[in-house]
């Protein structure tokens, strides 16, 4: 990003795990509402853009999983559905001329790249990067377990810890300013060491929270939010992290109501 210069502020918008096509459509409204009104001159897609159920590994769990020739074309219909998705994002991001643009792989993303190893036949194409057109679309790309760091702030999926307090877990193995997703939740934790303090951040997801589109948690109730982030970096790689909550389809920015439904 280079130096900042005293007083000056640069912008991002932080989004988690959309899972296309399994996003929710009044929470991604929101979203794009935000980009509008922010208008960020940095993108970061902290991963999970697209559920991949073709190529998940879980569907054939304890089953023989079937020809190549079978799963293909449930595999290029989710090509097909995240790329729409994120042609969503990328306009709204187009029009407020936002150019610099991060996407972090998330582990349902790098299952892309596990079935081109399963099937070593497969063009690169195949490759989550290259399925998404990562390159074409202006994203710098970031590969599964690989750290993102902007000014005092790293990013990365979210993967690595989990545990009921998953940010303070974060902030006790890497010591350093951190946010991600995954977890699917909202949560925040501080900790102040002799070098001064370090936060970790989870913020939450944008995907579809209805029973019926995760029937895989087989009815337990679960304790995910709908939210992104905006993160203003200023003066030497100090930021300001500002976790927008999305509710019922609603939210408010800098004094403005979207409302995504």
């Known amino acids: ?32 509402q935000a980009i509008e009104i922010v208008k960020p001159e940095i993108y970061i897609d902290l991963g999970d853009v697209g559920e991949w159920a073709g190529c998940s590994h879980w569907q054939w769990n304890r089953k023989k999983r079937p020809p190549l020739e079978y799963q293909l074309p449930f595999i290029d219909q989710d090509i097909e559905d995240v790329n729409a998705g994120m042609d969503v994002v990328d306009k709204a991001l187009n029009k407020v001329k936002c150019k610099e643009r991060h996407m972090i792989e998330g582990n349902h993303d790098a299952w892309m790249n596990a079935f081109v190893v399963e099937n070593p036949f497969l063009k690169d194409e195949y490759l989550f990067k290259n399925a998404v057109n990562l390159r074409a679309r202006g994203y710098n790309y970031h590969k599964n377990g690989d750290f993102l760091t902007i000014g005092k702030l790293s990013f990365y999926h979210g993967n690595h810890y989990a545990s009921v307090n998953h940010t303070r877990n974060h902030l006790t193995r890497l010591g350093t300013n951190v946010m991600y997703g995954h977890h699917h939740d909202i949560q925040q934790s501080s900790v102040t060491h002799l070098g001064g303090q370090k936060s970790a951040w989870s913020i939450g997801c944008l995907k579809d929270m209805s029973k019926d589109k995760n029937a895989w948690l087989g009815g337990r109730q679960h304790n995910w939010s709908h939210a992104f982030a905006v993160v203003d970096f200023y003066d030497k790689g100090r930021f300001t992290v500002h976790v927008v909550q999305i509710v019922d389809g609603k939210t408010s920015l800098w004094g403005e109501v979207l409302d995504g439904n």
Not at 8 to 13: D, S, Y
């Open 1 to 32: 990003m280079g130096r900042w210069k005293k007083g000056t502020v640069k912008r991002a918008i932080v989004t988690p795990d959309k899972h296309f096509p399994l996003a929710d459509g009044p929470a991604m409204n929101c979203l794009t």
